[in-house]
């Protein structure tokens, strides 16, 4: 896809004459249906996202599990991987309508089962299952992208449904909050799947002609590979957040055995070349996961930081992660109406713009600062997020051949959810040893990898545009 097709009115050049006329819009009659149900299941994992994010700290404590608190997120990341693996492969090999009903499936199987959890340990079993679910959820609906749209739409379909977190956005956090103080927070996990249903309906039909492409080659010897080493991915991580629990010598042990197996498995559900910054679609895989991690890194603590430390009630608390999600919005309609950028220059805007609203958001830890500044940094960074996230999701697609749209798509996913499951376990082994005795130090710590890690974006951003 060309930047010169990316954006503006989008139009086509038909085989008669060569004149150029206008291509249907995204909602236009030919692909109204599979937009809204696209926008619909986009804004459902939105809502969930941000209303979970909410109530977490009330339900870490009311399940007395605070030393898990980060592993409710980074678990969840970690069990996407395995989903974002066999969903790449199956999408290209069988088309994306077969793993999304299943991503749909494990995902309302996970929020029930978190719903209902009577400890910590079982409502980490739900969001594991949960995250499997939204990573076969996630791959799926990126292939619908780039085999349903033509080129000049496929911006504008990512500009949707990074819209799609508005409603969500405004409402999300503060219904989540609501919940939480007057029915309980098990209402949060337990209401989600009604609307899950709906959302299926409005989809599914529509890709009843995204079938396999010929051209794949069905090796499932290799599929069957690369979940190995998703899994092997997956429980690293999770021993990454065991070993930096524990204060004793099996602590090395499991670090040692955390770290090999990052190492090992990594390298091999990534393009070639990911891990070392080659230029194009290697660098585009990696500052997806520094972005990601770096953003999501520093929005999962915010919540307890304003709640814990700040005392603000949970309501309040999710606010921030509101205009958080509308500053990320905001900068991605931005974004759909740039004509003709270049990807490297929105990219390093972006990133600095999350800099500075993370440093902003971190100065919430003294209680000088008033909270609203610490708002604004969030806002900044979500605007700088917003540039970034669908910039990263264009040129995936346009560095892809159609029958490696599933798999870089996948990849995509993978980046994102390994560096972001990674820091925060990171963040959270912190948190852990800091939080009774320096709370301030133990917010700081975090907030410098995740600006740190924008900070590495910044440099990295050059290095997406491709070899001449």
Do not use: K
């Not at 974002?84 to 199987?109: E, N, Y």
């Amino acid at each position: 896809m060309s930047a010169s097709t990316e954006h503006g009115p989008a139009t086509r050049t038909t085989a008669a004459d060569g004149n150029a006329e206008p291509l249907p819009g995204i909602f236009s009659r030919r692909y109204r249906a599979l937009s809204i149900g696209i926008v619909s299941l986009v804004a459902l994992y939105a809502f969930e996202a941000l209303a979970v994010a909410t109530a977490m700290p009330t339900v870490a404590q009311a399940l007395d599990g605070l030393s898990l608190y980060a592993l409710a997120f980074a678990g969840t990341l970690a069990s996407s991987v395995v989903g974002m693996v066999w969903a790449g492969h199956s999408a290209d090999a069988r088309g994306p309508r077969a793993p999304l009903l299943q991503g749909i499936t494990w995902f309302v199987a996970g929020l029930v089962v978190a719903g209902l959890a009577p400890t910590m340990w079982v409502l980490l079993l739900g969001r594991v299952v949960q995250g499997y679910g939204g990573g076969l959820m996630s791959v799926a609906l990126y292939v619908v992208v780039g085999r349903a749209y033509p080129p000049a739409l496929r911006a504008r379909l990512f500009a949707a449904t990074a819209a799609a977190w508005v409603l969500p956005a405004v409402v999300g956090p503060a219904i989540s909050g609501l919940i939480v103080e007057h029915a309980g927070w098990r209402w949060v996990f337990l209401s989600v799947p009604v609307v899950a249903l709906a959302a299926t309906v409005l989809v599914l039909p529509a890709l009843r002609g995204l079938g396999p492409l010929p051209a794949v080659e069905r090796t499932a010897d290799g599929n069957g590979r690369r979940m190995m080493w998703a899994v092997g991915a997956a429980v690293s991580v999770l021993l990454l957040h065991f070993s930096g629990q524990r204060h004793d010598a099996t602590a090395w042990l499991l670090l040692a055995l955390a770290l090999i197996g990052l190492v090992t498995c990594t390298p091999r559900l990534l393009p070639v070349g990911t891990l070392r910054a080659a230029r194009g679609l290697p660098s585009v895989i990696l500052l997806r996961g520094v972005a990601a991690s770096a953003f999501f890194g520093s929005e999962v603590f915010l919540p307890l930081l304003l709640s814990r430390e700040r005392g603000l009630s949970p309501t309040l608390a999710g606010a921030a992660l509101t205009v958080g999600a509308l500053g990320w919005s905001t900068g991605s309609w931005c974004r759909g109406r740039m004509v003709a950028p270049r990807p490297e220059r929105v990219l390093r805007a972006g990133l600095v713009l999350m800099v500075l609203g993370i440093a902003g958001v971190a100065s919430a830890v003294w209680s000088v600062v008033p909270v609203p500044a610490a708002v604004l940094g969030w806002i900044v960074a979500g605007f700088g997020m917003g540039l970034t996230s669908p910039t990263l999701s264009v040129l995936t697609l346009e560095l892809s051949p159609p029958a490696r749209q599933g798999i870089n798509s996948s990849a995509l996913q993978l980046s994102d959810a390994l560096f972001t499951a990674t820091v925060l376990v990171l963040g959270g082994s912190l948190l852990a040893r800091l939080l009774e005795r320096a709370p301030s130090l133990a917010y700081l710590g975090g907030f410098a990898v995740t600006a740190a890690l924008a900070m590495a974006g910044v440099l990295l951003a050059a290095r997406t545009r491709p070899v001449a």
